[in-house]
């Protein structure tokens, strides 16, 4: 009877944990850039007022407000546009270089970011941890 109710007690907690972890997945809506050329001459304006921080709201350029952001981090030679953070599951946002570089160098950022895809030249999506 005992083995019964520990086979039955764990079979619930296994389902319980299954559910919870689908339940709080990040699900990122990747808005589209309407202004390429804009976004990376407002990015190039923060890189020369910010290193290594997040900025205000009330300091985002409109290209980038209109991408409806988390937060913004400015890295060393990039700045991270976050879309989505969900506590302990990764952030997913814009990586916006504003040399138009072809391939991204996650380590510009500061932040530890795993490129995902290319959306645009200088442009990629990307994910990491919340800092």
Not at 7 to 12: L, N
Not at 48 to 66: G, L
Not at 77 to 90: D, F, H
Request: charged letters at 15%; aromatic letters at 8%; proline letters at 6%.
């Amino acid at each position: 009877m005992m083995k019964r109710w520990i086979m039955t007690a764990a079979v619930a907690l296994a389902i319980a944990v299954a559910g919870c972890t689908r339940q709080h997945a990040v699900s990122t809506v990747w808005p589209d850039i309407a202004n390429p050329q804009q976004l990376m001459n407002d990015a190039a304006v923060l890189l020369t007022t910010y290193r290594m921080e997040n900025v205000a709201s009330n300091a985002w350029p409109a290209a980038i407000k209109d991408l409806t952001p988390r937060y913004i981090h400015v890295g060393r030679a990039a700045v991270y546009v976050v879309l989505s953070a969900a506590g302990v599951w990764p952030a997913e946002g814009y990586l916006v270089f504003p040399d138009r570089r072809e391939v991204a160098d996650a380590e510009a950022t500061g932040t530890g970011t795993k490129v995902l895809s290319r959306a645009c030249p200088g442009v990629f999506k990307a994910q990491t941890l919340e800092p």
